[in-house]
């Protein structure tokens, strides 16, 4: 039975999908032979190259899956829109658990081994099997007996949080950043000509330098500077988010009246929030030295964040259109902002104040480092137990005017 045809936003979306989809699989195959002949020549980081081959493999999977439900409603199929669920038995809290740390301790052992070929075979999938999982399991916990909405909207939703969403958010965070250093390059050169004349000589020293300390002593003095750390901070932590916590829902923002319920919201805001979390981490993974164990690991928390903060805008955003409240929306779109700036904040102060001994302020990785580290390991522990609170609320919400109806006209 077929129940609609020429359903033109699947239609679209399947085209932007399919495309996606090729542009992937190329990708990694150039890159999976790019990174075979840099570990036959010893060159380069082909462990590393291979991670990325398996990352854009990976994500390639997922939108052939969401091309696959996304067809189905561009033909017209009922099965289009049967509902879609993951059972989530308690043993799989474990699996996932066991599965991360086992292949996070093995990938850090054959990491300090440091055997390029033994890197090249493995660390591609462990970093899969390190990223996905937490991710997965956060993704259950938070959307536990909440309804996602039909087969073809949760992978239109799952699709456009992979290909739409992403490239719209670094297309405006580079405009953003383009813009911030024009206008600094301008204030300069109406304020102070001089300092402008010593970056532009700095920057043709650096590009003549191939020592990776001398253009770090070269760029101490800029980078330790007061309104420097302001600037970067503040595009850090206050318009990072104010895009990202935007267009990260992206698709929420069009189904709009067509979510079902708040609390369908959060769940399909948790599903954008994990798609732009699994391109991140795996694009970011994509490092096969010693220091995987620790990028791969610190993506846990990121991840979180993302999924977390999407869910409360994508809550706001189904409350606006379905029930008019407005304040909601800019409520728990602020709210994400701020999450996500705080959370920022301390990871760029950790960032930074770890390579203070380089930057000739030693005093800053004793000073800062631990303050900004706890930070985010209790940010991260709340915003786990504000997942299971909300689930735990949205479920509620959703049973109680089931009984309320049969309360009222009993069978």
Same mark, same amino acid.
């Given at each position: ?9 699947? #239609?679209?979306? @399947? +085209?932007? $999908? ?8 190329? #990708?990694? *195959? ?27 493999? $990976?994500?390639?999977? #997922? ?11 561009? #033909? ?11 059972? /989530? %038995? ?13 292949? =996070?301790?093995?990938?850090? @052992? ?15 999938? /462990? ?11 956060? $993704?259950?916990?938070?959307? !536990? ?9 949760? /992978?239109?939703?799952?699709?456009? &949080? ?31 000509p001089d300092l402008l004349k010593e970056l532009s000589n700095l920057g ?21 500077? %007061? ?6 901070? +503040?595009?850090? *932590? @206050? /318009?990072? %988010? ?14 709009? !009246? ?29 490092? &096969? ?5 620790? =990028? ?27 029930? !008019?409240?407005? &304040? ?5 779109? @602020? ?34 480092? %631990? ?8 940010? &991260? ?24 109806? !049969? ?5």
């Amino acid at each position: 039975m077929q129940i609609q045809k020429n359903h033109w936003p699947s #239609l679209i979306l @399947l +085209v932007i $999908f399919a495309s996606s989809f090729f542009l992937l699989v190329i #990708l990694s *195959a150039v890159t999976a032979l790019i990174s075979a002949m840099d570990l036959f020549a010893k060159q380069g980081d082909p462990a590393g190259e291979m991670i990325s081959a398996f990352a854009f493999g $990976f994500i390639a999977f #997922l939108l052939g899956l969401c091309c696959w439900f996304v067809l189905q409603k561009t #033909l017209g199929k009922e099965n289009a829109d049967f509902p879609v669920s993951f059972p /989530f %038995p308690l043993w799989q809290t474990a699996a996932l658990i066991g599965v991360f740390v086992i292949c =996070i301790s093995i990938g850090v @052992l054959i990491t300090v081994a440091e055997t390029p070929w033994l890197g090249w075979l493995t660390l591609p999938i /462990f970093t899969i099997l390190v990223v996905v999982p937490p991710i997965w399991l956060i $993704f259950n916990l938070g959307t !536990k007996d909440i309804s996602l909405g039909s087969r073809w909207q949760f /992978f239109a939703v799952l699709g456009v &949080g992979m290909t739409i969403g992403p490239v719209l958010m670094i297309i405006t965070e580079i405009v953003l950043l383009v813009g911030m250093i024009l206008f600094g390059a301008v204030y300069l050169s109406l304020s102070n000509p001089d300092l402008l004349k010593e970056l532009s000589n700095l920057g043709e020293v650096i590009r003549q330098t191939t020592d990776d300390q001398t253009v770090i002593n070269l760029l101490t003095p800029y980078i330790t500077d %007061p309104a420097i750390l302001i600037t970067s901070v +503040v595009y850090i *932590a @206050l /318009f990072v %988010p104010l895009i990202e916590e935007l267009l990260k829902p992206l698709a929420l923002w069009v189904l709009g !009246k067509r979510i079902a319920s708040p609390a369908q919201g959060f769940a399909l805001g948790m599903l954008s929030g994990a798609a732009f979390a699994l391109i991140e981490s795996l694009n970011a993974s994509s490092d &096969g030295s010693i220091s995987w164990g620790v =990028i791969v690991g610190a993506r846990t928390g990121t991840s979180i964040l993302h999924m977390t903060s999407s869910s409360l805008v994508g809550w706001g955003i189904a409350s606006a259109f379905k029930e !008019k409240r407005w &304040g909601r929306l800019a409520g728990a779109y @602020l709210s994400a902002v701020l999450i996500h700036g705080v959370w920022n904040a301390c990871a760029a102060g950790a960032g930074i104040s770890a390579i203070g001994e380089s930057l000739g302020k030693p005093e800053w990785v004793f000073n800062y480092t %631990p303050a900004m580290i706890c930070g985010l390991l209790v940010m &991260g522990i709340g915003m786990v137990a504000v997942v299971l609170a909300s689930n735990r609320k949205l479920r509620h919400s959703q049973i109680q005017p089931i009984i309320e109806e !049969k309360v009222e006209s009993p069978a």
